[in-house]
């Protein structure tokens, strides 16, 4: 059974950072496009960072760029969300999701994209 577990979220005043991880399990996603999208609360699940299945590209949404940073440890099958200079705004569910294929480059903002999905871990960012 696939399983993708979220760590790492909870609550931090504005300013902060957060690392947040996400263990695979059942397979393997070495090759596999992974990202994270989050939801806050009354809005729709908004694509946050992806990184491409030779983990060489990687993509952010405009709202933070320069503040979060992806990256995956192969060896351990675990994805990351480095979160630097949070914002109240930043406050949200955080999903980490990887696509099932191996090799293949999938349109890394489209939630739809994605075959697995995680519980999702709870960023909350005081002002």
């Known amino acids: 059974q696939v399983q993708l577990v979220e760590s790492g979220g909870g609550l931090v005043q504005a300013g902060g950072s957060l690392r947040l991880s996400c263990a695979a399990s059942?397979?393997?996603?070495?090759?596999?496009?992974m990202g994270w999208f989050r939801q806050a609360p009354g809005k729709e699940r908004e694509f946050v960072a992806a990184i491409s299945w030779s983990g060489t590209n990687t993509y952010y949404a405009d709202s933070v760029k320069g503040r979060f940073t992806i990256s995956r440890d192969n060896a351990k099958n675990t994805l990351f969300l480095q979160m630097n200079s949070l914002k109240p705004e930043d406050t949200a569910v955080y999903y980490c999701a990887a696509d099932a294929r191996a090799y293949y480059n999938i349109r890394h903002d489209a939630a739809h994209a994605y075959d697995y999905w995680g519980q999702g871990t709870q960023v909350t960012v005081s002002s």
């Open positions: 059942g397979r393997t996603f070495s090759n596999s496009a």
